[in-house]
């Protein structure tokens, strides 16, 4: 009954949404701040005959919301359910093994692998430093790579590669092959390459509405880049699903990305929360990776990212932890309301 491609999958695993109690929920990096105040009321207006026709399949008011705010043209923005969507799309389009195998860091999101498998992408994972940062001349190196896809902030490290870094790899990489930054994380403190993409036709930037925004349930995401890309991904989600942003996601977003002083205060919040969170525990002797994101990545010598995580998941406090080898001994702290993070940080000093 079943075709061989589907028993070949091995899907992502989300993190944890628990429905049997609640949690202090620090494990999928979502904000711990509702969105922006101004939804509100125009959900309140929202004139539900509207729900009749379908939603515009350019996104047209939303895209131009979003080429305004990053100063570009409209026709370099794309926009997804949520920007695995966006990427799901992207690999599709751009990476093909024919040319070479699709490079990516040892520890980023794993969601790439299962996007390799899915379509039969080859890929390389390139380990990191020591320190966890990128090296780019790991990824010039590559012999024929057909494509680089990294998370900038990296995850679940939280580490930033800087932007004079980003050009000289964009730089020195062949122009004919697609480099995607993948900015999930980059408004708490990272330096986005949105002023790159005039110059090279290659970058894709593909950002959420999921994490700076707080709209994770909502499902948006969208990409920035020369608009040879941009109409290569309108084809693929016109071979698969004219209408992935409905219109209340495109209207919300619109409101969203508009509100940048109320998203600017909140982002600000987390960062101060995360440099408290971050310097509590170097106090307790935990290693701490310096984050650019809105989450840690730490341990402590002599124990486990799993025992960490099963002794604050008795306490009521979820944290996200990895059986990989060499990431084993930490675990992933999403930062949340101060209140949660000194529930969390009096837990740790008690359990550790
Ligand atoms: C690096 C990275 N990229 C993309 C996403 C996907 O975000 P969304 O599909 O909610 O836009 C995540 C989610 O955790 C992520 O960590």
Not at 20 to 45: A, G, Q
Not at 90 to 95: E, G, I, R
Not at 174 to 196: M, Q, T
């Amino acid at each position: 009954m079943l075709t061989k491609r589907i028993k070949r999958l091995s899907p992502y695993v989300p993190g944890e949404q628990p429905q049997d109690r609640s949690y202090i929920k620090l494990n999928t990096n979502e904000n711990p701040y509702p969105p922006t105040p101004l939804i509100e009321p125009f959900l309140k207006s929202f004139e539900i005959e509207r729900l009749r026709r379908y939603p515009d399949p350019l996104f047209g008011t939303l895209r131009k919301a979003i080429s305004k705010r990053f100063n570009i043209d409209i026709s370099q923005v794309f926009v997804g359910n949520g920007s695995d969507e966006v990427l799901a799309f992207a690999f599709y389009a751009f990476f093909d093994s024919a040319r070479g195998k699709l490079i990516f860091p040892e520890f980023s999101y794993s969601f790439y692998p299962v996007y390799c498998d899915f379509y039969g992408i080859e890929y390389r994972k390139i380990p990191l430093n020591e320190n966890f940062t990128i090296d780019i001349d790991d990824y010039l190196d590559e012999e024929s790579s057909c494509g680089i896809v990294f998370p900038n902030p990296n995850a679940p490290t939280g580490i930033l590669l800087p932007l004079e870094k980003v050009t000289a790899l964009m730089e020195r990489y062949p122009e004919d092959r697609v480099v995607i930054i993948d900015e999930a994380y980059v408004d708490f403190g990272g330096e986005s390459a949105i002023s790159l993409i005039g110059r090279f036709k290659n970058l894709l930037i593909i950002r959420t509405f999921s994490k700076s925004m707080s709209l994770a349930a909502l499902r948006l995401g969208f990409a920035m880049g020369d608009e040879g890309l941009v109409n290569a991904l309108f084809a693929v989600k016109d071979s698969f699903n004219s209408y992935p942003a409905d219109l209340i996601a495109q209207k919300i977003g619109e409101i969203a990305i508009n509100d940048t002083s109320y998203y600017h205060s909140i982002t600000q919040k987390i960062i101060k929360s995360r440099e408290f969170l971050s310097k509590a525990l170097e106090d307790l002797g935990w290693r701490v990776l310096p984050s650019n994101a809105n989450f840690i990545f730490a341990g402590k010598k002599g124990l486990k990212g799993e025992s960490i995580y099963k002794r604050l998941k008795e306490e009521g406090i979820l944290v996200r932890h990895f059986n990989t080898e060499g990431i084993e001994n930490f675990v992933r702290i999403t930062i949340g309301t101060d209140e949660e993070i000194k529930t969390l940080i009096a837990s740790i000093q008690r359990l550790f």
